[in-house]
């Protein structure tokens, strides 16, 4: 309960008993970023200049039989159109704050500014990754909006990157907490004799679904008038993301307005670079 009133009341009123404030501060909520680290960063060392970046893909081709006395047809694996990057996003965040209330703050205000910052950046880069999920089997999704994943879909999306040739290593899965609530419904990633133990004592499911990691993320892209979002399971190699600039931080002190600007940028750009190497699934709820 408060605190009624002192004996006398001027303890309050002339300061006697004084305020206090923690040097702790309670950090600000933030969602997971994995969609970034999940997908292709090999061509960022090819980014010399401009900001468009093309990528070779070269077609796969089919052997011939031999014939005795006869040359085998050529072959041509390189009949086929360069991927396209374009480094067309570019975003950053600022704080703006004043000397004095620097100097008057037992806080360090910059570090939390500046962690602020690297944060807004880094989740529009996530999801910048997440925007292109819907797009990739040819616009073809899993599952039903709104609905929980199964075993069933599961096991679908794993047979169509399979019967693409999509290498077994590097896929993932990439989901919101309502598929992980989901998972958990599904006896056999919660068995101790499929999970080798490691799942009843922590009651979550095992890392890997079906040899792939299953992470979590709130940086899904809701369906548009629907219910869920669009989650993925997908090789590496379905997307590519090229970071040019990544969180660039500088602060800009103007004294004659007695402030400074802390400021972090970052400049990419995204691109569908195997657009079967990915299958998007409805997730059940936004």
């Known amino acids: 309960m408060a605190i009624t009133g002192r004996v006398p009341t001027t303890l309050d009123t002339n300061k006697y008993i004084q305020e206090l404030f923690s040097k702790n501060v309670l950090r600000a909520i933030k969602s997971s970023l994995v969609a970034v680290p999940a997908f292709n960063h090999a061509y960022e060392a090819d980014l010399k200049k401009g900001d468009t970046l093309y990528i070779s893909l070269p077609n796969t081709v089919s052997a011939s039989e031999i014939t005795v006395g006869q040359e085998l047809p050529d072959s041509n694996a390189f009949n086929t159109g ?12 600022k704080h703006t704050i004043d000397t004095m209330s620097r100097r008057q703050s037992h806080i360090d205000l910059y570090a939390i500014a500046e962690e602020e910052n690297a ?6 880069i996530d999801t910048s990754v997440c925007t292109l999920f819907s797009a990739l089997n040819g616009g073809t999704v899993r599952g039903t909006d709104g609905s929980p994943w199964t075993d069933d879909i599961l096991v679908a999306a794993v047979e169509e990157l399979d ?8 896929r993932v899965w990439i989901a919101d907490p309502s598929v992980k609530a989901d998972i958990l419904k599904i ?13 009843i004592p922590t009651g979550t499911f095992r890392k890997d679904i079906y040899g792939a990691p299953l992470l979590i993320t709130n940086n899904l892209v809701a369906v ?3 219910t869920g979002s669009y989650g993925v399971y997908a090789h590496k190699d379905a997307i590519a993301i090229v970071i040019a600039e990544n ?16 400021e972090t940028d970052a400049l990419w750009g995204v691109k569908e670079l195997r657009d079967l190497f990915g299958v998007p699934i409805y997730t059940r709820l936004a």
């Open 163 to 170: 019967e693409e040739d999509a290498s077994l290593e590097t």
């Open 82 to 93: 360069a991927v396209t990057l374009t480094i067309d996003q570019y975003w950053g965040a």
């Open 119 to 124: 944060y807004a950046v880094q989740k529009k």
């Open 224 to 226: 548009t008038s629907g």
């Open 247 to 262: 969180l660039e931080s500088f602060q800009v002190i103007q004294k004659e307005k007695h402030q400074v600007l802390l």
């Open 187 to 199: 006896d056999k990633f919660v068995r101790i004799d499929y999970s080798a133990g490691d799942v």
